[in-house]
Structures are given as structure tokens and as C-alpha cells.
């Protein structure tokens, strides 16, 4: 098995079409259900509105902080699940089954295991120890 992350992406809308977004949710409770009977779901959660974002880029010796999300885009990351599914078709077909991904998009990315992170940052010439597994957990 893989673990996989599903980011939900989509347009933050006025208060009417959320309100119609929102009577979805009998549909993401059954997703939600399923995919924990399934044995899939390791996590869920939704994201607070874009406007309560800050953005963190250190470049140099400067930090900037910045109110909101750095990208300029219409779709926003409103939340992510993290499936443990046997290979990407099965990530793919659930994906599928999130109800945002009619008015949204759903990005489903692999997630690196730590001991797999540690051997990347490892070959890079980082120096780590074995235990720093466990810290990246």
C-alpha cells in the first residue's frame, strides 16, 4: 500500500452558492464513512476561508510574512484527505468520488514515506542519523 494526498481545490464562492455546496455534505459524509470502512482514510480535513491564510517566505535573511496565500489563482486549497491505497488508479478512483471535484479540482499526489525522505536528504549529503526517521514521522 501508498499513501496518497487528495488536495481540494476550488473557488471561494458568495455566501448563496457555499450555502449550495454545503447541502453536499451528506454525500462527503458517506465518502467519508466508506473510505474509513475501507480501510483507506488516514486523514481529512477541511480548510478555513483563504482570507484567514498567512503565507511565510524566507528568502536570504529576510522573512516575509504575507496575509492570504502567496498565489494569485481563482482555486484555493479548501482541504486534503490522505488515503492509503493500494497504487494510483485506486487514489484516482477516489478522488473521483469527492464532491468538490465537480465544481473544483482534486490533485492527488504521493506521499513520501519518512525513511524514503531521509534516504533522498541523505544521497543531497545531508547527515542524518537513523533515529531521524522517527522525527520526520
Known amino acids: ?47 478555513r476561508s483563504v482570507e484567514s491564510a498567512t503565507s511565510v517566505r524566507v528568502r536570504g535573511a529576510e522573512t516575509e510574512i504575507t496575509d492570504g496565500p502567496f498565489a494569485i489563482t481563482k482555486e484555493v486549497l479548501a482541504g486534503y484527505y490522505i488515503l492509503d491505497c493500494e497504487d494510483l488508479d485506486e487514489a484516482l478512483e477516489q478522488a473521483a468520488r469527492v464532491p ?3 465544481w473544483g479540482t ?8 519518512p525513511d524514503e525522505w531521509l534516504n533522498v536528504a541523505r544521497q543531497a549529503g545531508a547527515d542524518l542519523p537513523d533515529a531521524a526517521v522517527e522525527d520526520l514521522a
Open 1 to 47: 500500500m501508498a499513501q496518497y494526498m487528495l488536495l481540494v481545490y476550488q473557488q471561494e464562492v458568495d455566501a448563496g452558492e457555499q450555502a449550495e455546496r454545503e447541502r453536499e455534505m451528506p454525500i462527503f459524509v458517506e465518502l467519508h464513512r466508506s473510505l474509513r470502512e475501507a480501510g483507506l482514510l488516514l486523514g481529512v480535513q477541511r480548510l
Open 100 to 102: 468538490a471535484a465537480r
Open 106 to 113: 482534486v490533485e492527488v499526489r504521493p506521499v513520501m514515506p
